[in-house]
């Protein structure tokens, strides 16, 4: 991927712009690498997204640009902005390997996949996942209604904890290790940390698939667990989409198990009439799943299973939106 029209080398060291140094790397995707530094104007650690060089890269980093232009920065003077992750300033760099957009974001903590792996599974107490959520919920009702954004990915690995490492031993610029472990190494060692953690603020992260209510990019959106029906089928989306992933993400949270497990298999397409030809079918509502599976108990069980299926409605518009969903009394059980 270190080659032309791909990731930049990036050294420890290294100022972007005359302005941002390298001091770790705090990740990478299939789009960029992203990259721990100071801001030796401002004195303040940033995470720098720097992107792929190639052309359909770079029509992704305008978009994904224009995107956190419009849910972050003054402009935007709702206070729900905070629940995304905020853009700070954009530059380009030439390197070897072409022309690169870079953005420079707020610096958040580990995403919560790493926070599972961390606490193991499922980890997070309910309590912890309710603020979770009901965050995530806030983030996607801003979005939805006010900057007219699908963000098209919501999954672990894009909601980031807004958490900084405590402990002098593993400073940030600790260049030997990842500043993501560092965070993990000081929540690990805080007995106190899973009940701190109870009152962790996330920040929905990654617009970089995102797009408009009415412009999109892309027929197929989503990661596979956290798709919805509407764009299993090939049909039309919108913000309902969203909705359906924070039912997965929710159920993930809550019970350490994916809600559901697509399998690779032959592409098939669908017949009039195949469903009702599954002859191995068995029916398992989710309230049983939760109380006979997951041991909930019953009054938990059958809020959050009466949570769930408003956001699992098989018909988009039927689907409870971002704003409803915030009212619901699962998040204040
Ligand atoms: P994807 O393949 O998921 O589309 P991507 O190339 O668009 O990836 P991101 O998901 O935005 O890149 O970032 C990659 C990783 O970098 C994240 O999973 C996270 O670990 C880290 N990261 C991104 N933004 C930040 C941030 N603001 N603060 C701290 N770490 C971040
Ligand atoms: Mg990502
Ligand atoms: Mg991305």
């Given at each position: 991927?270190?080659?032309?029209?791909?990731?930049?080398?990036?050294?420890?060291?290294?100022?972007?712009?005359?302005?941002?140094?390298?001091?770790?790397?705090?990740?990478?995707?299939?789009?960029?690498?992203?990259?721990?530094?100071?801001?030796?104007?401002?004195?303040?650690?940033?995470?720098?997204?720097?992107?792929?060089?190639?052309?359909?890269?770079?029509q992704?980093?305008?978009?994904?640009?224009?995107?956190?232009?419009?849910?972050?920065?003054?402009?935007?003077?709702?206070?729900?902005?905070?629940?995304?992750?905020?853009?700070?300033?954009?530059?380009?760099?030439?390197?070897?390997?072409?022309?690169?957009?870079?953005?420079v974001?707020?610096?958040?903590?580990?995403?919560?996949?790493?926070?599972?792996?961390?606490?193991?599974?499922?980890g997070?107490?309910?309590?912890?996942?309710?603020?979770?959520?009901?965050?995530?919920?806030?983030?996607?009702a801003?979005?939805?209604?006010?900057?007219?954004?699908?963000?098209?990915?919501?999954?672990?690995?894009?909601?980031?904890?807004?958490?900084?490492p405590?402990?002098?031993?593993?400073?940030?610029?600790?260049?030997?290790?990842?500043?993501?472990?560092?965070?993990?190494?000081?929540?690990?060692?805080?007995?106190?940390?899973?009940?701190?953690?109870?009152?962790?603020?996330?920040?929905?992260?990654?617009?970089?698939?995102?797009?408009?209510?009415?412009?999109?990019?892309?027929?197929?959106?989503?990661?596979?667990?956290?798709?919805?029906?509407?764009?299993?089928?090939?049909?039309?989306?919108?913000?309902?989409?969203?909705?359906?992933?924070?039912?997965?993400?929710?159920?993930?949270?809550?019970?350490?198990?994916?809600?559901?497990?697509?399998?690779?298999g032959?592409?098939?397409?669908?017949?009039?009439?195949?469903?009702?030809?599954?002859?191995?079918?068995?029916?398992?509502?989710?309230?049983?799943?939760?109380?006979?599976?997951?041991?909930?108990?019953?009054?938990?069980?059958?809020?959050?299973?009466?949570?769930?299926?408003?956001?699992?409605?098989?018909?988009?518009e039927?689907?409870?939106?971002?704003?409803?969903?915030?009212?619901?009394?699962?998040?204040?059980?």
């Amino acid at each position: 991927d270190y080659c032309y029209g791909g990731y930049h080398p990036v050294q420890v060291g290294d100022v972007f712009n005359k302005r941002y140094k390298v001091l770790s790397k705090l990740g990478w995707g299939y789009f960029s690498t992203v990259w721990l530094c100071i801001d030796l104007r401002s004195g303040r650690h940033v995470a720098v997204k720097v992107l792929k060089s190639g052309a359909g890269f770079t029509q992704a980093g305008q978009d994904e640009l224009t995107l956190l232009r419009c849910a972050s920065g003054p402009t935007a003077r709702n206070p729900l902005k905070d629940r995304i992750v905020q853009l700070l300033d954009e530059f380009k760099i030439a390197g070897v390997n072409g022309i690169h957009i870079c953005l420079v974001l707020e610096l958040l903590g580990p995403d919560l996949r790493c926070w599972q792996v961390c606490f193991g599974n499922p980890g997070l107490s309910l309590t912890c996942v309710k603020h979770v959520i009901t965050q995530v919920l806030e983030g996607l009702a801003y979005l939805h209604s006010h900057c007219k954004i699908i963000h098209t990915d919501i999954k672990p690995e894009n909601i980031l904890l807004c958490v900084t490492p405590q402990s002098s031993s593993h400073p940030p610029g600790d260049a030997t290790q990842t500043y993501s472990t560092a965070i993990k190494t000081t929540l690990l060692q805080d007995p106190e940390a899973p009940r701190n953690l109870d009152n962790i603020t996330v920040k929905i992260a990654d617009l970089g698939s995102s797009c408009w209510v009415y412009k999109h990019f892309c027929q197929e959106i989503q990661t596979r667990q956290y798709r919805s029906l509407e764009v299993l089928l090939g049909s039309e989306y919108g913000p309902p989409a969203d909705i359906w992933s924070v039912a997965c993400l929710a159920f993930e949270l809550v019970t350490g198990d994916s809600l559901f497990e697509p399998k690779a298999g032959p592409n098939f397409s669908l017949e009039e009439g195949d469903l009702r030809r599954i002859a191995v079918l068995r029916p398992w509502g989710l309230y049983e799943v939760l109380v006979e599976k997951y041991h909930l108990l019953l009054r938990e069980a059958s809020v959050f299973s009466d949570f769930l299926l408003q956001m699992l409605d098989f018909l988009p518009e039927r689907r409870a939106t971002a704003a409803q969903c915030l009212k619901h009394p699962w998040l204040k059980l």
